[in-house]
């Protein structure tokens, strides 16, 4: 059973599994050590303060023990990724002047196109390093930077220094600390004072050499009165050995800014997705993460909101499907510092052939913030007998006038609405992803239409496996 | 040509037989009427013609159009032209009505360019007529499905999908309890709009009212599991004046007691 649904799978999926001949100008032996470590650094051409960080992050990461609360990490080997690739020695502005095979890739993806359409910027990762970069006139007027991490160090070394792991400490975390060592690409944004973005800016990554490491730092600071919305999307090749995809995004909302970040990560079945993604919202600011988790076969990853001044409020919508060989290990995390705050989580899960998901959440209430209101609530969805939901909320008031509440589900998809669709003409497979789609509407309405028309394909495609 | 021709129909329902040979031919163009107490095995009729998977057929056939429906899977009869107009329609939460009907559609039309923007203004527009003219609000088209609707508009919203949809050949299980009597003239009246196209029905129902509207060719009815008397409309008055006892004890001297 399973395997027939894989064959359709990888088949449907055709488009985000090929693969270019690797041609690279600079590629670090397998392994982390100290000297890969200062490799990356010189080829970077960085200053010193930035290689010593990256050195003593080196030292943490060796340090720290992996995590065992969560997913299985037991067989990840360290050892067995190249921890930094170059693919081409200049940034282009342009796409005609970016390497033929690296523009045959994105060709594929159709992200020109889309930038065309849609995009107010783009960043577009091919494997560590930026390779084509863009941004709109008028942004740039406003005093926008949309750079990628590399070119936000050189151009602008000093705001950098300001933000750079004062949200994500080097210490906060094993993987914290391997990204801060070896970071490589990424955005580095800054909005203005009372700069609206209308449209979203977008960035694509993609990981292109097996057994390669992505460790992209991104930077996004909203200054007073600022909006942004940031997309970040992914997919990847498959292959049959293990890759590595460990970021750290750091947000820092200023007050009365509004940011929102949304990303649909589908990565390739192998890959541990280790991601730390966190916020700082200051007085009356707004932050919301849209979070959507396919495919990889280990994710663990927990955006997280502060909510240091009064009136600030903090969103997080969240949806994961695991299938066979996955673990969705993903949830939020909400620290009520402010006064008078508001957050809401909403997580869906949904699992099919042994697929297992978990929801694992903090809300926060600190002593001296009064006059919260939090809501978290989280659905999980489970395709067939085989598959797993677990739910680790976890809860901590400190003040007795919050009004918090959670509420949970798990459910099947009913075979009485399936047969309702049916009997209308429509084939079971497409009812049922139907029914998904409707389970996660409340996330999906929430994207633009590209990435909500993309959401529908992607999971259509999982659903043509799933009836026998 | 018999729209829907049923020979000696046996199903069951959780391992209970229900139907125990239904015979019944239903040539195109007619409407027929299946009136019977509550448990005669109604809804398990239209269920096991619509083929939910509760309902197992044990044995005989069901033809549509001269085709064997039974081996047929669910969608394949609904693209063939059957409907069934639910008892109890479902509520599907995120799934808009006009998402889920312009998939059905497309599903007819499996190589047209259902992406066409034109087409889909075009099936938006016929939708909303559609409503309208069962006095539904245009708002159920983005709402999700049946979801929030009351009793009485969860039935018009079927009429809706067959005014939509097209069906040939529609089984309507109790389409007017719970509609007040505009409401099922309404109804009534855009199922006999679509006489025109020689649509074919089965109704069943509890109420003669509607056989006024629609003035159908005939009427069953149903007791035990089977058809036990078919005859022209006036059965249907005579039923509401006098019950269903008498013509349970005519079957019954006839047939012998078979209710025990």
Partial sequence: MGEK????????????????TEKYVYKTSKGLSKEVVEEISRQKDEPKWMLDIRLKAFEIFLKKPTPTWGGDLSSLDYDSYTYYIKPSDKKSQKWEEIPENIKKTFD????????????AGLGAQYESEMVYHSIR????????????????????????????????????NKFAALNTACWSGGSFIYVPKGVVIDIPLQAYFRINSEKMGQFERTIIIADEGAKLHYIEGCTAPQYSTLSLHTGVIEIFVRKNAKVRYTTIQNWAHNIYNLVTQRSIVEEGGSMEWVDGNLGSKLTMKYPSIYLMGNNSKGKILSIAF????QHQDAGGKIIHKGKNTASTIVSKSISRLSGRSSYRGLVKILKGATGIKSSVKCDALMLDEESRSDTYPTMQVEEEDAIVSHEATVGKISDDVIHYLMSRGIKESDAQAMVVMGFIEQFSKELPMEYAVELNRLIQLEMEGSVG | MNALTIKSLKSSVEEKVI???????????????????????KSTLANTLMGHPKYKNIEGEALLFGEDLLKMKVDERARKGLFLAFQYPVEVEGVSMGHFLYSAVSSRNENGNNKDPKRIIQFRNSLKDNLSSLELSSDFISRSL????SGGEKKRLEVAQIMTLK???????????GLDIDSSKLAARAIKDMRKEKISALIITHYPRIIDYLEP????????????????????????????????KEFNSENGDING
């Fill in chain 1, 5 to 20: 649904q894989n064959d359709v799978f990888s088949v449907n999926l055709d488009k985000y599994n090929f693969r270019d």
């Fill in chain 1, 108 to 119: 594929r993806l159709g992200v020109p196109e889309a930038e065309r359409k849609f995009l």
């Fill in chain 1, 322 to 325: 695991a299938t066979h060989g």
């Fill in chain 2, 217 to 248: 060719e005939k009427v069953h009815i149903m007791a035990y599991g089977k058809i036990i008397c078919s005859r022209g409309i006036e059965l249907a008055f005579d039923l509401e004046k006098k019950g269903y006892d008498w013509i349970l």
């Fill in chain 2, 146 to 149: 049946n979801v929030g609707a």
């Fill in chain 2, 19 to 41: 139907l125990n040979g239904v015979d019944l031919e239903l040539p195109e163009g007619e409407i027929h009427i299946i009136m019977g107490p509550n448990g005669s095995g």
């Fill in chain 2, 167 to 177: 069906p040939k050949v529609i089984l309507l299980d109790e389409i007017d309890s």
């Fill in chain 1, 137 to 172: 006139e008028d942004l740039a007027k406003k005093g926008v930077i949309f750079l990628d991490t590399e070119s936000g160090l050189k151009e602008y070394p000093e705001l950098f220094r300001e933000y750079f792991t004062k949200l994500v400490p080097i210490e906060d």
